[in-house]
């Protein structure tokens, strides 16, 4: 299948600085990435959907001048978490769309963990 | 609303036949079924996934029922590396259309 790779595979920083996350397609060109979180125990939430060219589409709940998303070009989108607070402690995985033919699988990324101390 | 049922947890014998078991009676005309499954702490991997025809790859075989309402995933021959969440995800398979995760199915493989 396709790769889809993140990094930094972890990360900790300090409370209320910035840190940015990148999320790279390697073998093939996703127009469309999805960013995810996931605490301990718990099933993946979706974030945002990440369009190259244009402004992501954030989920209800989920604050867009907290987490940046740019999705400069075909290969590569960065979440950048603004003002980092422990409870955003936590793994975030992103993920790519293939299309291949009339396919349109999702591949995923190792995941970044983030800790925030 | 969750499109799919899956039980929570299941256990399974090493070198048997996994078969978990999804719900998806919503299911509508142009979505397709997907499995992925989690391994502890890695990002979710993509197993299978089928419109109407039962599908199978060199992971898992995919088998969905005529009414499409539900389907299981087989794992012809569980190993320990096996032991993961399962998701079973509904999805159109055009566009833009995001993966909405449910909670899973626990599977855990007994040496």
């Known amino acids: 299948g396709a790769v889809v790779s993140q990094h930094p595979s972890w990360v900790i920083c300090k409370s209320g600085t910035s840190v940015k996350i990148e999320c790279r397609s390697l073998d093939f060109q996703a127009t469309t990435m999805f960013w995810y979180r996931q605490f301990p125990k718990q099933s993946l939430m979706l974030m945002a959907t990440?369009?190259?060219?244009?402004?992501?589409?954030?989920e209800q709940g989920v604050e867009k001048d907290k987490f940046l998303i740019n999705h400069a070009s075909l290969t590569l989108s960065t979440l950048t978490v603004t003002s980092a607070h422990p409870e955003d402690s936590s793994f975030y995985i992103c993920?790519?769309?293939?299309?291949?033919?009339?396919?349109?699988?999702?591949?995923f990324g190792e995941g970044s963990w983030l800790t925030v101390v | 609303d969750a499109k799919t049922t899956q039980p929570p947890s299941m256990d399974c014998a090493e070198g048997r036949a996994a078969n978990l078991p999804c719900n998806h009676s919503?299911?509508?005309?142009?979505?397709?079924v997907y499995w992925y499954r989690q391994i502890h702490s890695q990002g979710p991997q993509y197993i299978i996934h089928?419109?109407?025809n039962n599908e199978t790859n060199e992971m898992a075989s995919l088998i969905i029922t005529e009414d499409r309402k539900s389907s299981t995933l087989i794992l012809p021959h569980a190993t320990l590396r096996d032991t993961a969440v399962y998701y079973c995800?509904?999805?159109?398979?055009?566009?833009?259309?995001?993966?909405?995760f449910g909670t899973g199915t626990r599977l855990t493989i007994i040496p």
């Open positions: 995800i509904v999805r159109e398979d055009f566009g833009n259309e995001k993966l909405t």
């Open positions: 990440s369009n190259e060219g244009s402004k992501a589409t954030y």
């Open positions: 919503t299911i509508s005309g142009n979505e397709y």
């Open positions: 993920s790519a769309r293939e299309r291949r033919g009339t396919g349109n699988t999702i591949y």
């Open positions: 089928g419109l109407k």
